[in-house]
């Protein structure tokens, strides 16, 4: 993440600050300081960053745990909203996603239940706004807890749930179902946020959307997990020539109907020109050479790459089609609209062989 600053490792996993949360907790500190709210004073503060150290706390335990399993861990974000653990996909494996999702919530409570027994083996010795504080604070981490806990995604009850499925079914099936559990908790919870708080409804918009994208994803990166480009590229290639002009162009892609071309020089890729860049030239200068119009930044894939890695390719810089390249030399075409089609071919199969 752009914009963050590492404060400290621990086990190995990088803590970064996030801008964002840096001046917001230098300007609660600032208030505090400088006494302009009176309800803000130095001890709120301080029990502000200990909740995000909490916060910290929960991420590690799943970093923690993810590490031991031989994920490999980014780093840890800290924003105003809460903690980012970036780490690599998490293995399809129930037991493990159990175990590494639980750690979170597990450790908030487990930071609640520790802090409530300090609190009352010391109430004798320590005054009544510390009781408060350190009320506030285990009333926060227990909440955390059961919040976490919530059978939803993209919290880590989700997790917990599809893991729980997943022991039963197979992995897409119990991803479906934990994100359609999930959606009917939005539900209930923008139902329940009308009559008593609207934040809720904003908590149930966030799982409703984050249900759906985990179903997505699950079902692409499942999907697509084996294939690999030299399975579906076109090997047919149309291509066009540098010398070609603009309008010659435009001919062979109405005969053809084909939306994008690669500019080939003796079978080497050397650009890539679509209708929409020819869409663009003025009447009067259709004669141009289609070596002056077209893009050479080229973003190339080979045949040995995964189909997932190209699609996100395709995504990221938003293009239809990728030429595939062996060795120099053009070897085939991908497009969106190729990956789409085994897609939904493969979802096809995926629902017959459920029949
Ligand atoms: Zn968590």
Redesign the pocket.
Known sequence: MKYSFKIFSIFGIPVELHISFLVLIVLIYIIALLNVVSYVTLLTAVLITLIFVSVVL??LA?CYVAKRYGIGIERIVLLPIGGISEMEEIPKDPKKELRI?LA??VSNLLIGGICYLILILSLAYISKTIQAAIYYFVFVNILLGFF?LLPAFP??GGRILRAFLAERMNFIDATKLAANIGKQLAIIMALVGIFFNFLLILVAVYVYLGAQAEYQTVLLSTLLENEKVKDVMTTTVHTVKPSNTVKETLKIMFKEKHMGYPVTDDGHLIGIVTFHDLSKIPEAEKDTLINDIMTKDLVVSDPEESLMETLEKLNRNRIGRVPIVWENRLVGIVSKTDITTVLDMKQNLLEKKKK
């Open positions: 929960h991420e799943h999702a979170g919530p976490n919290m880590d």
